[in-house]
């Protein structure tokens, strides 16, 4: 089972991204997502959470009200969709998916906001 970032780029800031989590040789139905940034020289910070049924979010207070976090079960895929950038926001993006017995991270996607 692998997981998989997807979607950065370059944008300037006030834009938008989206940016998705996908899963592969699984199902993404019985784990939590999480997404995570990083700066270099900075661990990983979470920034936002998914429930496996989608019943409870979670944001920092860094992105509330700006980012959407959402998930598809059905295309074992999840999302972060990030409004209003600011050029902080720049980072290496990643996703983890986690249950119980396991937990998966994805390869990160990075995100660069201009000013």
């Known amino acids: 089972v692998q997981l998989q970032a997807s979607g950065g780029g370059l944008v300037q800031a006030g834009g938008s991204l989206r940016l998705s989590c996908t899963i592969s040789g699984g199902t993404l139905d019985d784990y939590n997502i999480g997404w995570f940034r990083q700066t270099p020289g900075k661990g990983r910070d979470g920034i936002s959470c998914?429930?496996?049924?989608?019943?409870?979010?979670f944001y920092s207070t860094s992105v509330k009200d700006r980012f959407t976090i959402s998930r598809d079960n059905a295309r074992k895929r999840a999302y972060l969709q990030m409004n209003s950038l600011k050029p902080e926001d720049t980072a290496v993006y990643y996703c983890k998916a986690r249950r119980f017995d396991v937990e998966l991270w994805g390869r990160g996607t990075q995100v660069t906001v201009s000013s």
């Open positions: 998914i429930s496996t049924k989608a019943g409870a979010t």
